[in-house]
């Protein structure tokens, strides 16, 4: 027993002498610079000198220097640092990418119509103050560091960590190492111009690197006895390299910064400087070689990093254990709005209070609020409460309340327009947006939008819209044609004009359903027959309306997943043709679904169907098949094979397929066939499901520009003696 406790003893006291001894180890701290894409290379780095068994006691970095150094401080391994980086998408991240199921019905109208939008404010033009807000990269912070969102105090963090932030409107160096660590990382990277700055506790914050960009001195007085330092800034370019915006930025950075290395140099024990001037602060797409070229760097001072390690202590940092994706969101908090109401807020979550959500839902929540752009900041933490977590939500008012949105569109319809818009939020009452296009071209045109959005509450708005083209149209668009004679195709004025008021809500935090009143003036008139020849119609038209929306493609034009359901019912009341109009309702529904079948070929298909119930329509509320690229107005609808409004009826059913291969980045060849059936009262009997009568095919070339789809198609139908070719030009308005 006694040669037992001497034992123990003695085991104890070695332990003491190795804990000791551990203590006395020299403090390494590491020093990550800003710079952009070439940031990548401290992934490399990091990879070596976990390689080499060194332990990092201390982290500080700015710019790409602070994201990379905060998820290393946060836990992350190297290895685990590269996965996250090749997997995110820059692009992406760069333009604030927000996803297309994000937005509500009227966001995507407003994404998918103009093609320039700019600010407006005291009858002034303005520009963005930044290709983006950093919301995307907020998110995806959020969603990496959820591991240490308790932590307030970035020396609780596995390696205490800071990083450096400039206060945009004192040119002062701010010192980040308390507080979320997900926005000081965004902070501290906020390259001018590219990213918005970002408020911390009253300061407007931009990247650190404008006034420090290597912090070697604010690592030393954590405690640090060596340095390593990792340099992948830029030095001093000749004029003939200053060719853009960004790398006028860079060299405007760098100018207070190369004297100020010198110093930093010598203050650093071993520095790292990989050889990466042949790539820019956005080369993103070179992060594979940029990791390759930091990996190098190491290895060419790895002896000395070795002698670092003590002897037969190599360390070996732990993967980390991601906690789970998901969390329990007992409560929502939002600070006082101006303009907008908390259930509006809470409402563009689609999730709600005391509900289990992915941190992917979350961050689809977000997206749903930042779609609206009614924010200039949008910014979130999670509180533990002891059953749960608060989420806390802290939004700041865009200023901005006008907007000037410009548009251009050629089709084989309305030929071409230009489309001047003026948008005013905040009009009349608290979440509401005004709305006013004006389309200039071969015909004038313009819609009227009003809406007041509520959130999950009930939602209201009145829209009005005059549309007008001059076409020829097939006189046998109804049975008995719509004029007498021996006529196969009449030339038309075509003019409409509709207001609607409507209610609608959310249903099942996906659908849009909504209800609503019509008044419409529709005036059709002959232009190939005499002139005392009476107008076609020329009449008011009072009715009532209902519907449900669901839209969840990834693109409009060219979606490579989701689907998309529409139903209508729409009961036609009154006419002021009160001797010839007797009430009639149309019901139409849209079922569409596209999902790729091999990386870059896309499979669309769609089925769509209407019939009406009453005595007798009107034939221009009938279903008209034929055309491609048009905005469809009334029931008017594209049909390959066919020319405009060409074949119709008051009851159709339509299937569609179609194949796109991108074969280039943005550019689109695709192959498309259709097949209908339609006339009169065809659901009456089985007919309908028998084989197509009507058939049609095109084959296409589609570029994704800056205006919207730029796209030309040959098609043609069995059925028809001639081919057509369509063209169509920018977002369809």
């Excluded at 008995?480 to 008021?501: E, H, M, P, R, Y």
Aim: aromatic letters at 14%; hydrophobic letters at 40%.
């Amino acid at each position: 027993m006694k040669k037992l406790s001497i034992i123990f003893i003695l085991l104890l006291s070695s332990f003491s002498l190795f804990a000791q001894s551990q203590d006395k180890r020299p403090k390494i701290g590491l020093v990550l610079s800003g710079g952009g894409a070439k940031g990548f290379a401290h992934i490399g780095v990091l990879k070596v000198l976990e390689e080499a068994g060194i332990k990092i006691d201390y982290i500080g970095g700015t710019s790409m220097g602070a994201v990379i150094g905060g998820l290393y401080a946060s836990g992350y391994t190297a290895s685990q640092i590269d996965s996250i980086f090749q997997k995110t998408n820059f692009d992406e991240l760069i333009n604030d990418y927000i996803p297309r199921a994000s937005k509500n019905f009227y966001e995507k109208r407003n994404d998918e119509l103009y093609a320039f939008v700019l600010p407006f404010n005291k009858f002034r033009v303005g520009i963005p103050e930044a290709l983006s807000k950093g919301m995307y990269n907020f998110n995806l912070l959020t969603r990496l560091t959820r591991n240490v969102k308790d932590v307030k105090d970035f020396n609780q963090l596995p390696i205490p960590f800071l990083c450096i932030a400039t206060d945009i409107e004192t040119g002062e160096q701010v010192l980040l190492n308390k507080g979320n660590l997900a926005q000081a990382m965004l902070a501290s990277s906020a390259f001018p111009s590219l990213f918005s700055p970002v408020e911390i506790d009253g300061k407007l914050l931009i990247d650190g690197g404008v006034v420090n960009n290597y912090p070697v001195d604010e690592v030393l007085k954590l405690g640090a006895d060596i340095i390593i330092g990792v340099d992948v800034q830029d030095g001093l370019k000749d004029r003939t390299l200053l060719r853009d915006a960004t790398k006028i930025l860079v060299q405007i950075s760098n100018l207070n910064m190369i004297d100020r290395m010198k110093d930093n140099v010598k203050k650093t024990t071993i520095y790292i400087k990989p050889d990466i001037k042949e790539y820019g602060v956005i080369s993103f797409d070179k992060g594979r070689e940029i990791i390759t070229k930091g990996e190098e760097a190491t290895f060419a001072v790895y002896e000395a990093l070795k002698k670092l390690v003590p002897e037969n202590s190599a360390y070996h940092k732990p993967k980390l254990q991601i906690v789970s994706d998901s969390v329990f969101v007992s409560e929502v908090k939002v600070n006082e709005l101006k303009n907008f109401t908390k259930a509006y807020v809470k409402g563009k979550l689609r999730f709600k209070e005391g509900t289990t959500i992915t941190y992917e839902k979350l961050q689809s929540g977000i997206n749903n609020i930042k779609a609206t752009e009614n924010f200039s900041a949008i910014n979130y933490t999670l509180e533990p409460n002891g059953y749960g977590e608060t989420l806390n939500i802290s939004l700041k008012e865009d200023p901005l309340k006008t907007f000037l949105k410009f548009g251009l569109h050629y089709d084989g319809l309305y030929k071409s327009a230009v489309l001047a818009n003026i948008s005013q939020k905040n009009l009349f009452f608290k979440n509401d947006n005004a709305s006013l296009d004006l389309i200039i071209g071969d015909n004038l045109r313009y819609n009227l939008d009003y809406y007041v959005d509520n959130g999950f509450n009930i939602s209201f708005g009145f829209k009005s819209t005059f549309a007008q083209f001059n076409r020829n149209v097939a006189n046998s668009i109804q049975p008995g044609g719509i004029v007498g004679g021996d006529i196969s195709l009449i030339n038309i004025d075509f003019k409409d004009w509709t207001n609607q008021a409507y209610f609608q809500s959310v249903f099942v935090q996906k659908f849009l359903i909504g209800a609503g009143l019509e008044y419409k003036h529709l005036q059709i008139v002959p232009i190939t027959i005499a002139k005392n020849s009476p107008d076609i119609d020329n009449n008011n038209y009072v009715s009532a309306f209902g519907y449900l929306k669901y839209d969840a493609f990834d693109n409009k034009y060219f979606p490579t997943k989701g689907w998309s359901f529409s139903s209508d019912i729409h009961t036609y009341l009154m006419s002021s043709n009160n001797s010839g109009f007797n009430p009639f309702t149309i019901l139409k529904a849209d079922f569409s679904v596209a999902f790729k079948i091999l990386p870059k070929l896309v499979f669309k298909f769609q089925t769509d169907a209407g019939f009406s119930v009453g005595e007798e329509s009107v034939p221009f509320f009938n279903f008209v098949l034929g055309g491609y690229g048009f905005n469809a107005i009334n029931n008017f609808k594209p049909f390959y094979g066919y020319d405009f409004l060409s074949i119709g009826g008051n009851s159709y059913i339509k299937t569609s397929g179609t194949l796109d291969y991108e074969f280039y980045k943005k550019n689109h060849f695709n192959f498309s066939a259709n097949f209908a059936n339609l006339g009169n009262d065809i659901f009456s009997s089985l007919d309908w499901f028998s084989i197509p009568e009507l058939s049609g095919y095109a084959v296409g070339y589609g570029l994704d520009t800056i205006i919207g789809p730029v796209e030309v198609k040959y098609s043609w139908s069995p059925e028809t003696p001639s081919g057509y070719t369509w063209f169509s030009i920018g977002y369809v308005f």
